[in-house]
C-alpha cells in the first residue's frame, strides 16, 4: 500500500471513530491536520491528497510547533522565542519560533530520524530484556531471527516499551508476564526483571544527546542565543519522562514550560486553530475577534462586541446617537444559547 494511501486509511478510521453530527455534517466542518515543520511542499501535498482520498471535505494544514505554541498561547498571551522540542515515537523535531503581538514567526527548524520511543524501546530491549533472557533461558544464538520465536521478541518488544512508559512516573520500572513460548529444553519463558532508571538513561545517553546537539544547532541557525530563548515546549510522549527533560534543560541552559500537556498539546493547539478558521471562505481565512452591528438610523445604535472569546464573559458597546426612552435589549449567544436577559437600554 503506497503512503499516501495508508495515511488515508489512518484518517478514514479516525473519521469514523467521530460523534454521527460532525460526520453527517462533513459541508459545515472543516478540519485541521497537524504536519512537522520541516515538510516541505511536496510533503505537504500529498497529505492534502490523503484527506481528500479518506473524504474528509475542507481540510487546513498546521506546523506542529505553530498549534504547540497556540496551545501554550491560550494559558500565557506573553510574547518571546520559544524552542520546541518534539521527540515523538520515531522522530526528533526541533523548531525556533517567535510570538510577538499574538503574531508566530518561524526561524528556524531542524530534526532527526530514527530518535524518537521507538528507538528507546529497542535499546530496552537490545541492554536489559535480550541479556536477561539468555541468561535465564536456553536459547539458540540467532533467536531473535527464528521463526518459532518471532512472538517471543514481539512480547518482549511490547513488555519493554511498557516499562518505558512505568518509567516515565517511577524510578524503576518491572517487566513481568508469561509468554506462552518455551526454549530448547521445553522451560516456558517467564519474564521477571526490574530496569533501574539511571540505568535506562545511560542507555539511551547517545540518542539524547544528539537530540540536544541538534537542538543547540537549531538555534545557531536561528540566529539567536540560547538566553535569547524564552523557554523550551516538550511535545512527544518520550519528554514525559523528567530526566529527559532535565537532561534537555541543563544542557541548554534554558528553562522548561510545564504548562502544557507533551501527549495533546499538538492537538488542542490545531482545534483553537480550528475554531478560528472561516470554513465558508474559499481561502479558509480567519474569522474576525471582533464585529459591529448598526440599528436602524430612526434608533441610532451602534453595537460594538467581542464576536468569539475563550472566556466566560464578553465585552459590549453600545453608543447611542440620540437620546432614547424605554427600550431594552437582549444579547443571546448563537452558539450555547446563554442570554443576557432583558437590559434597560440606557445613558
Known sequence: MPPKEC???NL???????????????????TVITVPAAFNQMQNSATLDAAKRAGLGKV???????????????????????????????????????RISGKINFLANGGLTMCGGRDFDRILLREFVVPWLEENYSLPDDWQIRDEFKLLKSIATYMAEQAKIE???????????????????????YIDLKIDGEKFMAAIDEPVTKAIETARATIEKSGLTAGDITKIIFIGGPTNYK?????????????????????????????IFAETVDWTSQEHERKAT???????????LNFRYESRTPESKARIAVTLEQEIDGYTFEITSLDTGRTSGLVELKK
Open 7 to 9: 495515511s488515508a486509511e
Open 12 to 30: 478514514r478510521e479516525l473519521f469514523k471513530n467521530l460523534p454521527d453530527e460532525i460526520r453527517n455534517a462533513k459541508d459545515e466542518v472543516g
Open 60 to 98: 487546513a494544514l498546521m506546523q506542529e510547533p505553530v498549534a504547540a505554541i497556540m496551545r501554550v498561547m491560550k494559558d500565557n498571551q506573553a510574547d518571546g522565542n520559544f524552542l520546541i522540542f518534539d521527540l515523538g515515537g520515531g522522530t526528533l523535531d526541533v523548531a525556533i519560533a517567535e
Open 167 to 189: 518509567l516515565s512516573s517511577d524510578d524503576n520500572a518491572t517487566i513481568e508476564g508469561e509468554t506462552g513460548i518455551a526454549d530448547e529444553n521445553g522451560e516456558e519463558i
Open 243 to 271: 530526566p529527559i527533560r532535565d537532561r534537555v534543560i541543563d544542557a541548554l541552559k534554558i528553562p522548561g514550560s510545564l504548562e502544557v500537556n507533551p501527549m495533546t498539546a499538538v492537538s488542542e493547539g490545531a482545534a
Open 290 to 300: 471582533r464585529e459591529q452591528l448598526q440599528s436602524d438610523s430612526k434608533l441610532g
